[in-house]
């Protein structure tokens, strides 16, 4: 059975910095892409960050580029987001979904607050 679970949300003060983490099993992690999407409440999904199966090509959206960063750890089967300069149009729930886009399989995701 595919899992994946993410954790790390919060709140956070604008300017502030989280780290987000996914645990994934039931597949093969170390061969997949992964990819990060976050949706706010009323909108549709945002495709923000993803990573090839060997960690060396990436992607951002010009929405987080120079803020986010996104990595993995194939040897833990774990997929990471570090979050900096953190903004309140960030505040959304953050997905970590298999594959290189918005679409795939996706764990329940963490809620990301960003406020004063």
């Known amino acids: 059975e595919v899992q994946l679970v993410e954790s790390g949300g919060g709140l956070v003060q604008p300017g502030g910095s989280l780290r987000l983490s996914c645990a994934a099993s039931?597949?093969?992690?170390?061969?997949?892409?992964m990819s990060w999407v976050r949706q706010a409440p009323g909108e549709d999904p945002d495709w923000i960050s993803a990573?090839?199966?060997?960690?060396?090509?990436?992607f951002y959206d010009n929405s987080v580029k120079g803020r986010f960063a996104i990595s993995r750890d194939n040897a833990k089967n774990t997929l990471f987001l570090q979050m900096n300069s953190m903004k309140p149009d960030d505040t959304a729930v953050y997905y970590c979904?298999?594959?290189?886009?918005?679409?795939?399989?996706r764990g329940q995701g963490t809620q990301v607050t960003v406020a004063s």
């Open positions: 039931g597949f093969s992690f170390g061969s997949s892409d």
């Open positions: 990573i090839r199966s060997g960690g060396v090509v990436k």
């Open positions: 979904v298999r594959g290189w886009g918005r679409f795939g399989y």
